[in-house]
C-alpha cells in the first residue's frame, strides 16, 4: 500500500475515535494433541493456566490498551477459572473455523487503531516481540513475526525443498484494525489459519519482523516439557517469611487459615483475625520485597474493619502473578494451646490451595504449643509463623 493510501487509513481510524491497540487473544480450539484431558490453552504451565499466561504478557505490556479473548462456547466455566481478577474485555464466542473465530473476535472490539491477534497456545510471548510487530505498523499495515527455517527439508518422496524464501510463522501478528477487519469479512477462505496470509490475500502489505524462538506454540505434550524447562530457566527462587499475633478477646470463635472454627474466645482484631493467613500473605510479600500486609491494607483503613482475610492472601498471590512469577510451597505454623489444629489440619490445607489456586501438595499447615510457657501458653492469644518459597523473574543488576 502507498503512503498515500496508508495515511487515508490512519486517518479514517483516528475520525472513527479508534485510538487504541488491542490484543485479540484466540482461544476458541480444542487443543487435542496436547493431551492433558482439558483444551491446552486452560491447562497449568509452571503452575498457572496457558490462557492466564498469555494474557498477563499482554496484559504487562505499556503500549496494549485493551486484552480480549474469543473462546469456545463450552468453556466459559473453564475461562471464568483461569482468568479472574484479570481486567479483561467480555470475551467473545468462537465459531467453528479460526478464520471465524477471530472475525467473531475482531467485530466485537468495534473499533481501534491497532490489533495483535495472538494464539492463546503461546504463552511465552517476549514484550520485545510484541514492540518488534507494534513498531512495523508504523510503516505498514501488518506485520508478522518470523524464523528463517534451519531444518533441511523434503517431501513425502524424499525429493529435497530448498530452504530459500521459506520462514516460520508466528504470532502475535499486528494489523491496523479496520483494514484486517475488511479483510475477514470479504475473506472466503474459511479454513484460513494465518491473518498475515488472509491480509495478503486481500492485498494488504505486510511487513516481516524477526521472531522468536521461545514464543513456541503448545501443539504436543512434549512442548510442555519444553516450555516448563524455558520457564525454569528464566526464574529464580525467593524466600520470604511472615509472623503475627492476635490477643483473644470476646466472642465464641476464631477464624484460622480461612476456617471459622468454635472457640470459648474471639480475638482482637480490625480484620478477622486470622493469624494463619496473615502470615502467609506476610511471607509472599516478603518473598516479592513488596512491604508488609500492613502497608497494603492498613488497620488505620475503615475499609478493611471486619474483612475476611483471604482477601488480603488472594491479593498477594496476584502480585506474585502480575510479576510473571509462581508460588512454589507453603508453610505455616499456628502456636497455641487452644484451639487444637490437628483435627482442621487437612481442611487449611485444602482451604489456602483454593484461596490461591495451588495443589494441596504445596501447602502445608503444622502446630505446636509453647508448653504452658508466654502469652499463648497462657492461652492469651495466638500467633503463627509462616514461609513462601516463589519462583519469579530476576529483577536487579546480574553483575
Not at 263 to 287: E, K, N, R
Not at 352 to 376: H, M, Y
Amino acid at each position: 500500500m502507498d503512503a498515500g493510501a496508508l495515511a487515508r487509513a490512519r486517518a479514517a481510524a483516528l475520525s472513527a475515535g479508534a485510538m487504541d491497540t488491542v490484543a485479540l487473544i484466540v482461544a476458541a480450539g480444542r487443543g487435542v494433541r496436547a493431551g492433558g484431558g482439558l483444551p491446552k490453552q486452560y491447562r497449568a504451565l509452571g503452575g498457572e493456566p496457558v490462557l492466564s499466561r498469555t494474557l498477563r504478557a499482554f496484559l504487562r505490556h505499556g503500549r496494549i490498551d485493551r486484552v480480549m479473548c474469543v473462546i469456545h462456547p463450552d468453556d466459559l466455566a473453564l475461562y471464568a477459572a483461569a482468568t479472574h481478577g484479570l481486567p479483561l474485555a467480555q470475551p467473545a464466542l468462537g465459531r467453528a473455523t479460526r478464520q471465524g473465530s477471530v472475525l467473531a473476535g475482531l467485530e466485537a472490539i468495534g473499533c481501534a487503531a491497532r490489533v495483535l491477534i495472538h494464539d492463546a497456545a503461546r504463552p511465552l510471548v517476549a514484550p520485545a516481540l510484541i514492540d518488534r510487530v507494534l513498531d512495523a505498523l508504523d510503516d505498514s499495515l501488518g506485520a508478522v513475526p518470523v524464523l528463517p527455517v534451519a531444518d533441511t527439508l523434503c517431501r513425502v518422496d524424499g525429493a529435497p525443498v530448498g530452504r530459500d524464501g521459506l520462514y516460520r510463522v508466528q504470532t502475535p501478528q499486528g494489523f491496523r484494525f479496520d483494514a484486517i477487519l475488511s479483510a475477514h469479512r470479504a475473506s472466503t477462505d474459511d479454513l484460513a489459519t494465518d491473518d498475515a496470509g488472509l491480509a495478503r490475500a486481500a492485498g494488504l502489505d505486510v511487513a516481516f519482523v524477526p521472531g522468536d524462538e521461545t514464543a513456541m506454540k503448545l501443539t504436543e505434550p512434549h512442548d510442555f516439557l519444553r516450555a516448563e524447562a524455558l520457564l525454569a530457566s528464566a526464574l529464580v527462587t525467593r524466600m520470604g517469611t511472615g509472623f503475627d499475633v492476635h490477643a483473644f478477646g470476646p466472642g465464641d470463635h476464631i477464624m484460622l487459615c480461612g476456617l471459622k472454627l468454635n472457640h470459648d474466645h474471639g480475638v482482637l482484631a480490625h480484620s478477622d483475625g486470622d493469624v494463619g493467613l496473615h502470615a502467609l500473605t506476610d511471607a509472599i510479600l516478603g518473598a516479592l520485597g513488596d512491604g508488609d500486609i500492613g502497608s497494603h491494607f492498613p488497620p488505620t483503613d475503615e475499609r478493611w474493619r471486619g474483612a475476611a482475610s483471604d482477601a488480603f492472601l488472594a491479593h498477594a498471590a496476584q502480585l506474585v502473578a502480575e510479576r510473571g512469577g509462581v508460588i512454589d510451597h507453603l508453610d505455616v505454623t499456628i502456636i497455641c494451646e487452644r484451639p487444637k489444629v490437628g483435627p482442621h489440619r487437612e481442611a487449611m490445607r485444602a482451604r489456602i490451595a483454593d484461596i490461591l489456586g495451588l495443589s494441596v501438595a504445596q501447602v502445608s499447615v503444622k502446630a505446636t504449643t509453647t508448653e504452658a510457657l508466654g502469652f499463648t501458653g497462657r492461652r492469651e492469644g495466638i500467633a503463627a509463623q509462616a514461609a513462601a518459597t516463589l519462583r519469579v523473574p530476576f529483577e536487579g543488576d546480574p553483575a
